[in-house]
């Protein structure tokens, strides 16, 4: 059996290299210690959709029957068009006609590119094979810079900004096969839920589409209502502080926050250089993985992504395994639990419990974690803040230009001119005494942690995972209730192995949200046709309550 | 008059602080409106969440203790410079340029 690549990333070495860096900038270099120990395994994963799907096609996965191609994962999807029994024209048709039906509703789009789309589904049916995503439709958060397409961060500061180049994970996204059928609403400058820049509501939960006032998650909102309400396969999304995880969990999705320099940052609308993460939003841990798999890897233009473990093979670490005609992990896995997590009799501490019995059943050591004392200052939100201060400074033109582009986001732009050198410094030092804690004192006991928010895996560059356990129901409505599982640095594999041995077992992350009521119409994004006509009015957040959601 | 190091910072006092930091780096606020709670942001606002910012955040992490010999600061948890052959070892072809 091959191990996963977070048993070879030796956790002293991670953190003396954490440690050496500062010195070896100084200095003009220095031997570092390799992070990744020799052993079996690790080698890059073959990028061929062919010998994917005929994996899959080996391992009983075969082709699913269903009448609506909107419904089909990636993966489905993937061995129909291999076989010949669905075209990609067809798929992306099916997902142009749901945006043109419901995004009047649900305002998931920036920009919405049908034409485009269909001559690139067009292309992709005249490929025998194409890369592991041929065919497939997708969307990006509009921070991911695409040649020719404006892309605007939801903000007035990029309203005319067209950038010459694709961000690297983009190219990586068309070179293998997807399609792209347009851009995400999202916070603006990615800092909160989707709002423009003078605080109206954008977008809003597939699962509450009548009910502004339900999160849709963080600022990744519009790619997860799309992926939700079946307006695209998968997307893309950033996570600073908790946009990804946290639209995954508001919105019943797969969300994985890869490692820090696991994915390439070049091409992406920057928030704060050491914590943004790029990453996938996804219906299941399998499509999650394909997508991380096309979009991770080093670049040349990104140095956070050179000298890192090899990307190693997601898609066999997403895909289920069973042990006497029953899924359970494929590698042996000690879940941290923390004191307090699944306690309680609310139908969360319900649904918790029901969680770890089936991690149980799969196979899982379940193990309790209590935090250290440094925990609760170290992960506080004074020292969160320290984040600010890396958001204001690639903007600080635009605030001498004009403060007003940055809108009901302001506060936190002015806010981080205010800290000064030595606190910002203290801040990177107390991210480093926060990962030694994380590694050497709650990790120590487990390979993976549930964890009660995003807080601070992102903060210190581990990878985290958010998926669905069931749902909770609040004024009427069913709303999704998921969990947050972190990892060790690189410990994508072991996220997904316990992601996808969960889903093998349940059937929650299968569930999709009821179509809207009332009538369909037409998109509200660029290309639509149709502007904000129709849209519901939703209400508008302020600079006070902004300040509180953000990332 | 001086003031006593333990005296509480007024609020005249860090608003003259905020805006001379401001007018340092140049970034101009007198474009929002003064008091304007329909505005997407005005001064008012602006002002006391930069007040609360540095009376809770500032203190906190300037009085927090780390031994000078222990955690050096970090930057990125990848800034290395590219080993030999890493990039084609990973993609299994060539880096670009060669």
């Known amino acids: 059996m091959t191990l996963p690549q977070d048993t070879r990333v030796d956790r002293r070495s991670f953190l003396q290299r954490m440690g050496a860096i500062t010195a070896a900038t100084a200095i003009g270099g220095a031997t570092f210690p390799a992070i990744a120990r020799a052993g079996p395994g690790g080698s890059a994963m073959p990028m061929s959709g062919t010998r994917f799907y005929e994996g899959l096609r080996g391992a009983g996965l075969l082709h699913p029957q269903r009448a609506d191609p909107t419904e089909f994962t990636v993966w489905e999807a993937g061995l129909l068009l291999r076989s010949g029994r669905l075209s990609a024209q067809e798929l992306t048709e099916a997902h142009l006609e749901r945006i043109a039906a419901w995004d009047h509703v649900y305002r998931a789009f920036n920009a919405f590119l049908p034409d485009q789309a269909r001559e690139d589904a067009r292309r992709r049916d005249t490929r025998a094979s194409g890369g592991i995503l041929n065919g497939i439709p997708f969307v990006l958060k509009d921070n991911y810079f695409t040649a020719g397409i404006p892309t605007t961060a939801n903000s007035d500061v990029f309203a005319d900004f067209i950038p010459s180049f694709d961000a690297t994970a983009v ?160 590698w042996p896995t000690r879940v941290g639990v923390p ?57 600080l033109e635009h605030l001498r230009g004009d403060v007003r582009k940055f809108g009901v986001t302001l506060s936190s732009w002015i806010n ?82 316990v992601a996808a041995a969960y889903q093998a077992r349940t059937e929650w992350h299968r569930r999709g949200p009821p179509d809207p009521e009332g009538e369909p119409g037409r998109p509200s994004g660029v290309g639509g046709g149709e502007s904000r006509e129709g849209a519901i009015g939703r209400g508008r957040l302020d600079l006070e309550a902004v300040a509180e959601l953000s990332e | 008059m001086s003031r006593h190091p333990h005296d509480p910072v007024t ?33 008012i606002r602006i002002y006391r969440s930069a007040r609360n910012f540095l009376r809770n ?18 930057l990125y948890p990848a800034a290395l410079p590219p080993p030999e052959d890493a990039v084609d070892s990973i993609r299994g072809r060539p880096p670009e340029g060669r």
């Open chain 1, 416 to 497: 981080g001119l205010l800290l000064s050198g030595d606190e910002y410094l203290k801040g990177q030092r107390a991210k480093l005494a926060l990962l030694r804690l994380v590694l050497e004192e709650v990790m120590d006991r487990c390979d993976v942690v549930l964890l009660p928010s995003h807080v601070p895996f992102d903060i210190i560059g581990l990878p985290l995972i958010a998926f669905p356990i069931g749902f909770e129901h609040a004024d009427g409505m069913q709303l999704p209730e998921g969990v947050i599982l972190g990892g060790l640095p690189f410990g994508e594999e072991r996220l997904l192995s």
């Open chain 2, 57 to 74: 955040t500032v203190p906190r992490i300037s009085g927090y203790s780390l031994d000078p010999q222990d955690v050096p600061p970090i």
């Open chain 1, 171 to 330: 190219t990586r996204i068309r070179e293998a096969g997807g399609v792209l059928l347009g851009k995400t609403q999202m916070g603006p400058l990615a800092t909160t839920r989707a709002l423009t820049s003078d605080g109206e509501i954008t977008t809003v939960s597939a699962w509450a589409p009548r009910d502004p006032r339900v999160n849709p998650g963080g600022s990744s909102t519009g790619t997860a209502t799309a992926v939700a309400a079946r307006m695209a396969m998968v997307g893309t999304g950033t996570q600073t502080g908790g946009s990804i995880t946290g639209p995954a969990l508001a919105q019943g999705l797969t969300g994985l926050k890869p490692t820090m320099g696991r994915v390439s940052l070049h091409g992406v609308i920057p928030l704060s250089y050491t914590r943004d993460h790029p990453g996938p939003l996804a219906r299941n841990a399998l499509d999650a993985a394909i997508l991380l798999q096309v979009m991770a890897g080093p670049d040349p233009k990104d140095p956070r992504t050179i000298g890192v473990p090899p990307v190693p093979d997601l898609l066999t670490a997403a895909t289920p395994v069973e042990r006497g005609g029953s899924p359970v992990l494929r």
């Open chain 2, 11 to 43: 609020d005249a006092e860090l608003d003259a602080y905020i805006r001379t930091r401001l007018a340092i780096v140049g970034v101009e606020l007198s474009v929002l409106p003064e008091d304007d709670p329909a505005a997407p942001a005005d001064r």
């Open chain 1, 339 to 395: 004191a307090g997590w699944a306690d309680g009799e609310s139908p969360r501490g319900g649904l918790r419990r029901a969680f770890l019995e089936e991690l149980r059943g799969a196979g899982a050591e379940i193990v309790g974690i209590d935090f250290p004392e440094a925990w609760a200052d170290l992960t506080s939100s004074w020292f969160n803040n320290v984040r600010l201060v890396e958001r204001t400074e690639p903007f």
